[in-house]
Nanobody
Framework: QVQLVESGGGLVQPGGSLRLSCTGS????????MSWYRQAPGKERELVAA????????NYADSVKGRFAMSRVNAENTVYLQMNSLKPEDTAVYYC?????????WGQGTQVTVSP
């Protein structure tokens, strides 16, 4: 069956860095646009970053441009989100998403907490 498994979340101080990973299985990974979303307590889920199937195109939310970088290694069925210069407002559960036309899959989420 389809699985998306995220890892790499944790507690970090403001200004610190984390790298999230998401590994997919049960589908043709390279066909899928991959995205990272996040949801903070009391807020709606929002798109953070996305990358095309080939990895040639990325886009980012304005709030993370210049600080976050998304990449993928199709041979490993894995996408990454490198998060630098983290701020307290980046605190959220981060979810991995795979999309291909009307097909869409979600991971279980990983908590990122930015606090002194």
């Amino acid at each position: 069956q389809v699985q998306l498994v995220e890892s790499g979340g944790g507690l970090v101080q403001p200004g610190g860095s984390l790298r999230l990973s998401c590994t997919g299985s049960g589908f043709t990974f390279s066909n899928y646009r991959m995205s990272w979303y996040r949801q903070a307590p009391g807020k709606e889920r929002e798109l953070v970053a996305a990358i095309s199937g080939s990895g040639g195109r990325t886009n980012y939310a304005d709030s993370v441009k210049g600080r976050f970088a998304m990449s993928r290694v199709n041979a490993e069925n894995t996408v990454y989100l490198q998060m630098n210069s983290l701020k307290p407002e980046d605190t959220a559960v981060y979810y991995c998403n795979a999309g291909f036309y009307t097909l869409e899959y979600w991971g279980q989420g990983t908590q990122v907490t930015v606090s002194p």
